[in-house]
């Protein structure tokens, strides 16, 4: 069956993914047709453990699809990944329902973490949780870039704590639920196609059973179940994203010519240079993502942080190498049909994506001091 889900994922990018990327960003579309392609696949439900109905896919898995979705369209992958982050939290304390309507390929989930209030400081959610009438929970909220946003057939939800101890509490709240709106438009500078938008909840009410997990305990399920998986996985989509500009900037420059010297434009030392970076970097990010994962899969000492370590690097690996590739590649590369302007504009996006680069650096300086990875904890 994997091998079956494998080959209809090359059919999906050969056939569905690659054709749209370019109109999926010049329009700021969602990549409807290839996410139902993928559903048909069996890839959006490839990673629900076996014990809950799935494939059981690992992390390995995971990396591997969105790192081939992101050399061909980065909001494809980026929609596939913040799926694949919800699954874990969602097989292990989601209904059984919805679990195996995700095995079969007819949900859509994704992550409704960052806040207006709070924004990349996921870890402290601003938006509330209250009891209400007959064991429901009434939210409020104003979730910020939610990826899949109105295209997602349910959100897993953070806000504060009914009542214990902690500072979040996770909730599985169904993208319908009256009093849950999207908010605005995204009209982005790359990743123009994840429909990452914001959301609001107006005295949206579900029921107590919607809880992930026990009250005030999200952000160690998050810790252990979530972030793992979007870390890594952000980590395979920027690294996709570095091969994908090697791959067009290689071909441009080993065929380009300089008529008047008779030669290719990669027969200039200073553009063999660029490649030669290229090249070195797209390798040891992809070095480290691999490493990263054997670690978590392991269970080696450093896993934890390795997994902090490698979105930082490749978000700055895939920023370093299509900047290079721009460079290297000159006016050609400013043209949409060469793709390489299209993927330095994504590879913006992890960056800045929580966590960002700047605090996973200091998530890893305060636990190489010996120091709590958050302030305060």
């Known amino acids: 069956m994997s091998d079956q889900v494998w080959k209809a994922l090359d059919e999906v990018i050969a056939d569905v993914v690659a054709p749209q990327a370019q109109p999926v960003d010049e329009q700021g579309a969602f990549p409807s047709e290839a996410v139902e392609a993928l559903a048909e696949a069996g890839v959006l439900g490839a990673t629900v453990p076996t014990a809950a ?6 992390l390995a898995d995971a990396a591997r699809i969105v790192d081939l979705l992101s050399q061909s369209c980065g909001s494809t992958a980026m929609v ?3 799926h694949f982050a919800a699954v874990p939290v969602l097989a292990a304390h989601g209904p059984r329902e919805i679990v195996d309507s995700i095995a079969a390929g007819r949900h859509l989930s994704t992550l409704a973490f960052s806040e207006a209030g709070s924004r990349s400081h996921f870890w402290a959610p601003v938006s509330t949780a209250a009891p209400a009438e007959d064991d429901r929970i009434v939210l409020d909220a104003r979730k910020s870039w939610v990826t899949s946003a109105g295209h997602a057939d349910s959100y897993v939800w953070s806000s504060r704590p009914l009542a214990a ?5 996770l909730w599985f709240v169904p993208a319908a639920t009256t009093g849950v709106r999207v908010a605005g438009p995204f009209d982005g500078l790359g990743l123009r196609g994840n429909g990452s938008r914001p959301v609001h909840a107006t005295q949206a009410t579900i029921p107590r059973s919607a809880m992930l997990g026990a009250d005030g305990t999200g952000l160690d399920l998050a810790m252990q179940l979530t972030l793992p998986w979007f870390l890594v996985l952000n980590a395979a989509f920027s690294v996709g994203l570095a091969e994908a500009t090697v791959r067009e900037a290689v071909s441009h420059l080993t065929t380009a010519r300089l008529e008047h010297l008779d030669q290719t434009l990669a027969d200039q030392p200073t553009v063999r240079r660029d490649i030669g ?21 392991a269970g080696r000492d450093e896993a934890g942080l390795r997994v902090l370590e490698v979105k930082a690097v490749a978000a700055e690996t895939a920023i370093a190498v299509t900047d290079l590739a ?8 400013f043209r949409k049909d060469l793709g390489i302007e299209r993927r330095f504009r994504d ?9 960002t680069t700047d605090q996973l650096t200091d998530f890893v300086a305060r636990l190489s001091c010996g120091m709590p990875m958050l302030a305060g904890a």
């Open 277 to 297: 970076l290229m090249r070195l970097h797209t390798d040891t990010a992809r070095a480290m993502l691999s490493d990263t994962v054997t670690a978590v899969e």
């Open 165 to 169: 101890d902690g500072p979040m509490t």
């Open 347 to 355: 590879a913006r996006a992890a960056r800045v994506m929580a966590p």
């Open 80 to 82: 596939t990944m913040m």
């Open 53 to 58: 109905g799935g494939m059981g896919f690992g």
């Open 326 to 333: 721009m460079k290297a590649c000159g006016g050609a590369a």
